[in-house]
């Protein structure tokens, strides 16, 4: 592969994604993206532009095409609201007599 800006600008190197723990317990968040040509550069890379400051413990990169996402013009399907979908909420239920930290 070259280098991206190199005399063969066709080929370029694949996109990844980075998530960064910045504590032990936490979740993994997503930090942004970068190209690198393999995962060992995409990790250093990551490390050398997410984690300057040293806040993060662990680093992941992810191939972009391997990431499934939802299509944003489909967002009423997958986040529509619960208004008319009451079956969702416990609030017809009646709590039993002795049932405690419901």
């Known amino acids: 592969m070259s280098a991206p800006g190199a005399a063969d600008d066709r080929e370029t190197w694949p996109l990844w994604e980075v998530f960064v723990r910045s504590k032990r317990g936490l979740s993994h968040v997503h930090a942004g993206s970068l190209h690198a040509p393999d995962a060992t550069m995409a990790i250093k890379n990551a490390r050398d532009l997410y984690t300057r400051r040293n806040e993060g413990v662990s680093i ?4 972009a095409e391997f ?3 939802s ?3 489909a967002k009423g ?3 529509e609201s619960p208004a008319g979908k009451n079956y969702r909420h416990a609030v017809y239920y009646k709590k039993s007599e002795g049932v405690k930290h419901l």
């Open 60 to 63: 992941w990169v992810v191939p």
């Open 71 to 73: 299509d944003p013009d």
């Open 77 to 79: 399907m997958y986040f």
């Open 67 to 69: 990431i499934t996402t």
